[in-house]
């Protein structure tokens, strides 16, 4: 975000006073009050049960994750926000839920036992494909010593939260997509894979 640098000086103090007073009128007003919001996207597929295993494969979401536009999205319209307006885009969290079905044992619903690996990434026209999440994250590439595939049905996926997407937003066809490598020793069932990924919004004020 733009941050306001003010200088003293005689000739301009009437000046500088009549901007302070504009800038406590505006931040005491409701004005002021949105410079980020959270936007939402989520998609989901089903991983068939003779899908191989331990061969890394990109399943295809067909939903929120594909073509993204969020110029369209409802936080962008209910804020009333353009492309041009956003200085920034940030991942805040990826979160993934799998289901081998209703009717099936709770011990069957663990992400460990079916998934060796979980990758998301990025990527849009004119722009590198970037990674901004992935389990298991081996030791030496983590300051928090690595993280393994969780034993439950739902869980964050450690998301490079640095990582300014605006670039992908503005280019054409922004889109997420998974790779993903299965276990060998999965349970014989189809697996719905859901995911939800949180994005910060960072809004310049000052439209410049």
């Known amino acids: 975000m733009n941050r306001f640098e003010m200088k003293y000086s005689p000739r301009g103090s009437r000046v ?9 009128f505006w ?3 409701g004005c002021a009050a949105l410079d980020t919001f959270e936007e939402v996207v989520t998609d989901e597929v089903v991983i068939p049960a003779d899908r191989v295993s331990q061969t890394p494969f990109e399943p295809s979401f067909g939903g929120g994750f594909s073509a993204i536009d969020l110029s369209k999205s409802p936080g962008f319209k209910e804020n009333d926000v353009e492309p041009g307006d956003v200085d920034a885009i940030f991942v805040r969290r990826i979160r993934v839920t799998m289901s081998v079905g209703a009717n099936s044992p709770a011990s069957l619903n663990r992400l460990d036992g079916a ?3 979980i990758l998301f990434y990025v990527e849009a026209n004119g722009q590198d494909r970037r990674t901004i999440a992935q389990l298991p994250i081996p030791e030496s590439e983590s300051s928090a010593g690595g993280a393994v595939m969780p034993a439950t049905a739902a869980a964050d996926i450690p998301a490079d939260t640095t990582l300014n997407l605006k670039p992908f937003v503005l280019a054409p066809n922004m889109r997420l997509g998974t790779e ?7 349970p014989a069932l189809d697996i719905t894979l ?5 994005l910060l919004i960072d809004i310049n004020l000052l439209g410049t």
């Open 115 to 117: 998934f060796e690996s």
């Open 16 to 24: 500088s006073r009549c901007v302070f007073l504009l800038i406590g």
């Open 180 to 186: 993903i490598v299965l276990k060998a020793d999965r």
């Open 27 to 29: 931040a005491s007003s």
């Open 194 to 198: 859901k995911a939800e990924v949180t």
